[in-house]
């Protein structure tokens, strides 16, 4: 696709619920991030995919957080048993790792809310 | 620590009138990116310029311009002649040259609301 794909867009579950969250980067992109944005905030990193690199989860927020990717393709972010307090818009991003320069392309992101 | 400091929560500015949205950051680094970022209400987020700790010269993209001040560790957006369509949440993000190729480390964001 043309860009970051999310799905889904809107998310309602109960809390102790698992729930997936799926991003499609940009065909090529080697890197995909994680964000989350609690309603009025800024964006906190939640974990970095590099390639075949090992990730970087030094943002995610709880061993009830965990996210995969399989090679340069889509990724899954996983949490576990939710909590009131997970409720946010989570927001995917890819890049092409060309240097420091490199920004960061965005999905529209998927609003979480857990009751 | 917070890296990315954004101090003004809400702006205000008439159309067709410049604003300048502040962003600190802090980073014992000597190469490092720095980004500015808009989310309208829609929630999308848009790249709009971006300043490396080593380019000479302000960026600069359209209306868009970053008054950087290196010793002061400032990264200023001006929008100049504001438009009602620049309402939205900006941010400002940072990259340090230890983590290359590592995620952004953003602000908190200022609100501009831009009036007839």
């Known amino acids: 696709g043309a860009g970051v794909s999310q799905s889904p867009s809107n998310k309602v579950t109960e809390k102790g619920k698992d729930v997936e969250l799926r991003c499609d980067p940009i065909?090529?992109?080697?890197?995909l991030y994680w964000y989350r944005q609690r309603l009025g905030q800024g964006l906190e990193f939640l974990i970095y995919?590099?390639?075949?690199?090992?990730?970087?989860k030094s943002g995610l927020p709880s061993d009830r957080f965990s996210a995969e990717r399989t090679g340069e393709s889509v990724s899954t972010l996983t949490i576990q048993r939710t909590q009131q307090e997970d409720s946010a818009v989570y927001l995917c991003?890819?890049?092409?790792?060309?240097?420091?320069?490199?920004?960061?392309?965005f999905g529209s992101g998927t609003q979480l809310s857990v009751l | 620590a917070q890296k990315i400091t954004q101090t003004q929560p809400g702006m205000f500015v008439q159309e067709k009138e410049a604003v300048t949205l502040d962003c600190t950051y802090d980073?014992?680094?000597?190469?490092?990116?720095l980004f500015w970022y808009k989310q309208p209400s829609s929630g999308e987020m848009i790249f709009l310029i971006y300043q490396g700790s080593y380019d000479e010269q302000n960026a600069t993209e359209g209306r868009y311009s970053l008054n950087f001040q290196k010793a002061r560790k400032s990264a200023n957006l001006v929008i100049s002649a504001s438009q009602l369509g620049d309402s939205a949440m900006y941010f400002c993000a940072m990259r340090e040259g230890s983590n290359s190729g590592y995620a952004l480390n953003f602000g908190k964001g200022t609100s501009l609301l831009v009036t007839p």
């Open positions: 065909s090529g992109h080697t890197a």
């Open positions: 995919f590099q390639g075949n690199s090992a990730p970087d």
């Open positions: 991003a890819s890049s092409s790792p060309r240097g420091f320069r490199e920004k960061l392309f």
């Open positions: 980073t014992s680094d000597q190469s490092y990116g």
